[in-house]
């Protein structure tokens, strides 16, 4: 995610750091490379021009903070600034008012009808009840897409394929919710491969029928700056209440995302991470904002963890580990459960310096590929071997390394790995234990006598 921005700007970074001082001179060369670098993003021009000028005013102007060094202090103001831009504070969606409407919009191809399938299951997790509406009677199968996808995530879906007036499945659509209690619709509405006049008509006649609270413009990120020309002529159009990017996992260089607001004052709700129906998470412009400048996310892994990882199980392998009763198959349940959090490259970026090793896909590749081929040696075996791994002798290991498709060395390595974590885990257990039961005594004499 904005990997090529983000090396960029670190790349400027370390000049910015050394800084004793701080004066227009001096720092003009390390922001005449961020400017660069956002406009190589894609980055509109006038965006990027007044950024840096921002910037500029800022630090020259600005006192320096005898705690921290110029640079740094600089690096905080690009930060703040970054910020502002990607839209100062997160804007959450309207849903109050019951039946909540919200209209999918946008070009063909940007990713409509998979963002609303990922949309009513977000809505859904905040207690609503969706209807998912096929208001696009022109693109081949859209219809069959949006069933499939409300077949997938287990929420009624509104195709009536007899008719192709989208006034009337709007009216229509709303009666159905009424009558069966959703109190969500989300229409996905037809796109077209360029913005036409036919098709923005039919669009205002629909906003008209089913008076939205949000009409929502979904964005192809990678589409860079003319998805912001895009934008514009939308919200002339619809009146927007805000977009949602798709496909920022991609090579996707940020010129979207880093425009949008500055250009058509519009707030980013949403973002597409991936192509799963739970990589959909709500755009936060500072914790985005520290991703971009490498800082990594912890507080969205954090809340990734909360939601996708079973809180009692990961209680209950806590306890084996501090009994030393870990075995090989609590090891497959603890890489399943990460694997819920989404890529490899997905979390390291979210971590502090994690921008670093993602932009070296050839060690993520690797990484990956050994957690797979990790989960495929112990699937392998059977149950009793996961819980005894002392019963695998050399005839064993031969069948599961075959089963596996891997050599028995990396087996052996996988054992050994294994085995002096188990080792490691029992030892912190009996050195716990031991502090619990002197703290119990009541006496700090106690606890330092060991």
Not at 290 to 316: F, T, W
Request: hydrophobic share 40%; glycine share 8%.
């Amino acid at each position: 995610m904005f990997d090529s921005l983000s090396g960029k700007l670190q790349s400027a970074f370390k000049n910015l750091r050394g800084l004793g001082t701080i004066s227009e001179s001096n720092i003009s060369d390390s922001l005449r490379e961020v400017r660069m670098a956002l406009l190589e993003a894609d980055v509109n021009f006038k965006v990027a021009r007044d950024f840096i000028e921002r910037v500029k005013q800022k630090a020259v102007g600005q006192e320096v903070v005898k705690s921290i060094q110029p640079g740094q202090q600089i690096i905080k103001i690009i930060q703040d600034e970054l910020v502002e831009l990607l839209g100062s504070e997160s804007t959450e969606l309207s849903l109050s008012q019951k039946p909540v409407c919200m209209m999918m919009v946008g070009l063909h191809g940007s990713g409509k009808t998979t963002t609303s399938g990922k949309l009513a299951k977000w809505v859904n997790g905040k207690g609503l009840s969706p209807l998912l509406v096929a208001a696009d009677v022109y693109r081949p199968a859209a219809m069959e897409q949006l069933e499939t996808l409300g077949k997938q995530l287990g929420f009624p879906v509104f195709a009536p394929r007899n008719q192709s007036d989208v006034i009337k499945i709007g009216r229509e659509a709303l009666k159905k919710a009424k009558a069966e209690g959703q109190d969500c619709v989300i229409f996905d509405t037809a796109g077209r491969l360029q913005i036409d006049q036919p098709l923005v008509q039919e669009l205002v006649q629909l906003r008209k029928e089913v008076k939205p609270r949000e009409t929502l413009l979904v964005l192809d990120a990678a589409t860079g700056q003319e998805a912001v020309n895009v934008a514009q002529h939308f919200d002339e159009a619809l009146d927007i209440t805000g977009a949602i990017l798709t496909k920022l996992d991609g090579d996707a260089r940020g010129g979207a995302a880093l425009s949008l607001k500055a250009v058509t004052g519009k707030p980013i709700k949403f973002a597409g991470i991936g192509e799963k129906l739970e990589d959909f998470e709500p755009f936060y412009p500072d914790r985005m904002a520290s991703r971009i400048l490498g800082m990594g996310d912890v507080v969205s892994l954090v809340e990734k963890a909360q939601d996708q990882v079973d809180a009692d199980e990961s209680k209950r392998l806590e306890e084996k580990m501090r009994k030393g009763q870990f075995t090989l198959e609590d090891f497959l349940e603890q890489l399943r459960q990460m694997k819920k959090l989404g890529s490899l490259e997905s979390i390291v970026g979210m971590l502090p310096g994690g921008s670093d090793m993602t932009q070296n896909p050839d060690q993520i590749n690797k990484a990956e590929k050994e957690f797979k081929h990790m989960e495929g040696m112990i699937c392998a075996m059977t149950p009793h071997e996961r819980r005894n791994p002392q019963v695998l002798n050399a005839r064993r290991r031969q069948r599961i390394a075959k089963g596996s498709g891997v050599k028995v060395a990396e087996l052996n390595n996988l054992l050994r790995r294994f085995d002096q974590m188990q080792k490691t885990m029992k030892k912190m257990g009996k050195f716990q234990k031991q502090m619990m039961k002197k703290m119990g005594k009541g006496s700090l004499s106690g606890m330092l006598k060991g």
